[in-house]
């Protein structure tokens, strides 16, 4: 029986002495990455098509904005390979703070774009440029922060410090919808520029705050060890593909789901009645706020009864709530709409997002786990991308019930994910765990091949 030694030991019973700076110090970068990204998903529901395809009838104005929005999409996995490349070859950190840096200039470039009216059509040229920056530095992003936070835990709290920086995706959304909704009542290009301009302040104290982390103490002990892969992608790829496509199809169900509720139905409530915008303007930014303790309630229910039944449950909830959500905002009652969105974002989503960062992360080895979790997490996130778009699509041709249709889809497909996904985190590897902060580890405990990965190294 192997036993580890007693600073891993000290490691895997407390964690790091940063712990807790590291998931505030994600969480922030989260955060603002949320909210340049959620802030364009926003503008281009409410405004873009206007604003930068003016020749367009109504729908194909929204269906362009939204394409648009598709094209960060798809740059998000070249950036998730980038970012995860980087992360597990030359460290977490450096990839964080380089990833909010690009990100943060970025947006707010977009609040200082000419519009169509006076550029012409330089104008959405240099949004899809723009926009094609924004997703490699959003796809580099995710991994790193979850990724260093998970390795700094104490091994038995994981799914909870996991999910901190996950909260802070909902703390972006609510800070990017407060800025709408009192830009709102602005009758010019200011209604939208401002909530971009705004962001340059969170970009600042977030590179302060995340200059001060130290490196993941699990990356530190694979370097040491000289067990840095030399191709931490292609490693990642060949042999863990399994996974990673488990990854994407477990992500595709949170990242289609939520884009169809904040961003299709938020037009589709707009365009029906532009007296509710306001309405569920405020219905996103309540959501968004339930979510923040949600997803921390979530990653802390991980750690007791495993990640696997909490994912289940929320894919489950997601197929029964498809239909539902349309029929009540289609009453037009502010109560009810505020409610599905609340339903829709903060509880469903929550559950999601406050699940994935600990159960992603088993899933790989130390020195692959930000390039296999990263480039799942982000080829979905592609995916998601065209949610809006199809579901307008769909509504165009079957009214409401095909945007319906489509989110009940997502949710299947998430269901299906869960089926063919172990469980990483269940009595028998907290058996595992509790034998090993006792002093002993089994030599061939799956669970402590997972959770002792850092200095585990794969036969070459």
């Not at 030991?9 to 590291?22: D, E, F, I, L, N």
């Not at 998931?23 to 873009?48: M, Q, R, W």
């Not at 269940?426 to 006792?438: M, R, S, W, Y």
Request: net charge positive; with cysteine.
């Amino acid at each position: 029986m192997s036993t580890l030694s007693p600073e891993k030991q000290r490691q895997a019973a407390h964690g790091s002495p940063g712990k807790v700076k590291t998931a505030l110090a994600s969480a922030a970068g989260t955060c603002v990455e949320n909210y340049d990204f959620v802030a364009y998903g926003t503008a281009a529901a409410l405004y873009f098509g206007k604003v930068f395809f003016p020749g367009s009838d109504p729908v194909a104005g929204t269906l362009l904005a939204f394409a648009t929005l598709a094209v960060g999409f798809l740059m998000r996995p070249l950036g998730g390979a980038i970012g995860g490349f980087l992360g597990d070859k030359y460290g977490r950190k450096p990839v964080l703070v380089g990833a909010l840096l690009v990100m943060g200039i970025a947006t707010v470039l977009i609040g200082c774009l000419p519009t169509y009216e006076q550029v012409g059509p330089l104008a959405p040229v240099l949004l899809v440029a723009i926009r094609m920056v924004q997703g490699l530095a959003f796809g580099a992003e995710w991994g790193g922060a979850v990724m260093m936070t998970y390795e700094h835990a104490p091994w038995k709290r994981r799914g909870f410090y996991a999910a901190i920086p996950q909260a802070g995706n909902p703390t972006g959304i609510t800070l990017a919808n407060i800025a709408f909704l009192a830009s709102a009542g602005l009758q010019n290009d200011w209604s939208w520029r401002l909530p971009f301009l705004f962001s340059s302040v969170l970009i600042v104290v977030g590179l302060v705050v995340r200059a001060k982390l130290s490196e993941s103490p699990e990356f530190e002990r694979v370097k040491a060890a000289g067990a840095i892969e030399k191709n931490p992608l292609l490693t990642v790829v060949r042999n863990d593909w399994r996974n990673v496509l488990r990854v994407i199809s477990l992500r595709i169900v949170e990242s289609c789901a939520y884009y169809v509720t904040a961003t299709f139905l938020l037009s589709y409530i707009s365009q029906s009645n532009a007296a509710n915008r306001p309405v569920a303007l405020l219905g996103i930014v309540i959501a968004s706020l339930t979510a923040i303790p949600v997803t921390l309630l979530a990653g802390h229910l991980t750690d007791r009864i495993g990640r696997r039944k909490l994912y289940l449950a929320a894919c489950i909830l997601a197929v029964l709530f498809g239909f539902p959500m349309f029929l009540l905002s289609n009453t037009g009652n502010p109560v009810l709409i505020v409610l599905v969105f609340v339903v829709g974002i903060g509880i469903i989503h929550a559950t999601f997002t406050g699940t994935q960062g600990a159960w992603f992360a088993e899933l790989f080895r130390t020195n692959t786990r930000t390039s296999g979790a990263s480039i799942g997490y982000q080829l979905a996130a592609s995916i998601s991308g065209f949610a809006p778009f199809l579901a307008v699509l769909l509504a165009s041709v079957f009214g409401w019930a095909g945007g319906a249709s489509l989110y009940v889809l997502i949710a299947l497909i998430g269901l299906t994910g869960v089926l063919v996904t172990r469980e990483t985190w269940g009595p028998k590897q907290k058996a595992e765990v509790d034998a090993i902060l006792n002093g002993g580890a089994p030599e061939n405990g799956a669970a402590a091949e997972d959770l002792r990965a850092g200095e585990a190294t794969r036969a070459r």
